[in-house]
């Protein structure tokens, strides 16, 4: 497990329409503002996930699922891996970026 002593995470719904628009604008001037104090700030676009939240006849799972370059949905885990990255000493160097998992597809 990743040490998160120091670290922020604020979770939005922040996938699509004006929540994204907010993150994606937010982001970037978070990241010039406080970038001078070595805190770096990001947004993850997670793109379709496959949750309890997602509510759609299977043909139009399928359809999505054609139009992933993955071929899949996304896991919960996978977006978990991304923002454990984020918060890691190996991120270090990544700010004001909008992480667009499996291609950007919403």
Sequence with gaps: MTSLTGKVAIITAS????GRAVAKRLAFALAKELGPRQVTVNVVS???????????PPEAVAQLIGQTPLGRLG?????A???AFLVSEDA???TGQNIQANGGIL
């Design 92 to 94: 270090h160097w990544v």
């Design 75 to 79: 896991q919960p885990e996978d977006v």
């Design 81 to 83: 891996a991304v923002v």
């Design 15 to 18: 996938s699509r329409g004006i």
């Design 46 to 56: 997670p793109g379709v996930t496959d949750t309890d939240g997602l509510i759609m």
